[in-house]
């Protein structure tokens, strides 16, 4: 089955940083939304990272919270995949571990609405495994819906001139427009900029005057789908 991966970044607030004794995820909530047609998820989006002075194995659970009739979800943490009846990473040959300071970004959410429309809610909770109380979690919230037939085409440039002390600029062409914009984020993850964008073609130039000095990420999304992503540099 063909999947469309669709980044959590969509999410349309900044995110916050929430801690457990010995770990912390960079979001609390997450909102996907895709066709009814197909799998589609998000990704890279959830880090954990260990903050305690000791490696911790690290598991997931997962508790769904509203379930979408004949739908199927299942999710990834480090190289396995989970198939839809589990409902936490108890592989014994995958065992994830985090050493002190270091994260982890490989955690997946999948969800197949299998033709049907409406919402799914899951809370997936990561949790060191010799003290489950010491856990953090999210939840995301997939929203399944009939999407457009109609094919959208995305040309868009590289950011230039990068670095950049005021304006980094992209040029763009985009069919079938229906809500697209270009967000931004510095390298904790935090959203720093949204810039939306109304016309099918043209110039978009992000004032990065404001910006601190440093290395920038950003996500161009078209009608609740990511199309490109990259980094760019800002100066004094």
């Not at 270091?102 to 409406?118: A, H, I, Q």
């Amino acid at each position: 089955m063909k999947k469309i991966i669709l980044s959590a970044v969509i999410a349309i607030f900044a995110i916050t940083v929430t801690f457990g004794q010995s770990l912390s995820i960079n979001r609390r909530n997450v909102w996907v939304n895709g066709p009814s047609t197909t799998a589609f998820a998000h990704y890279d989006t959830i880090t954990i990272k260990n903050i305690s002075g000791s490696d911790k194995v690290i598991r997931v659970q997962r508790y769904v919270q509203t379930f979408l009739g004949g739908s199927e979800n299942y999710f990834c943490w480090g190289a396995t995949c989970y198939p839809p009846n589990a409902n936490i990473s108890n592989s014994p040959i995958d065992i994830v571990t985090i050493t002190p300071g270091d994260t982890n970004n490989t955690f997946k959410g999948y969800l197949d609405p299998v033709n049907n429309v409406g919402t799914c809610i899951i809370k997936y909770c990561f949790f060191d495994v010799t003290n489950q109380a010491d856990s953090v979690c999210f939840t995301a919230t997939y929203n399944a819906g009939v999407v457009s037939t109609e094919e959208t085409t995305v040309k868009v440039s590289n950011p230039y001139p990068n670095p950049s002390s005021d304006n980094v600029n992209f040029t763009y062409n985009i069919s079938n427009i229906n809500k697209a914009s270009l967000k931004v984020y510095n390298m904790l993850g935090a959203l720093v900029k949204t810039v939306n964008i109304t016309d099918n073609t043209g110039k978009l130039a992000v004032n990065t005057s404001d910006l601190r000095p440093g290395l920038y990420l950003y996500d161009l999304q078209v009608n609740g789908k990511s199309y490109k992503t990259g980094k760019f540099t800002v100066i004094q």
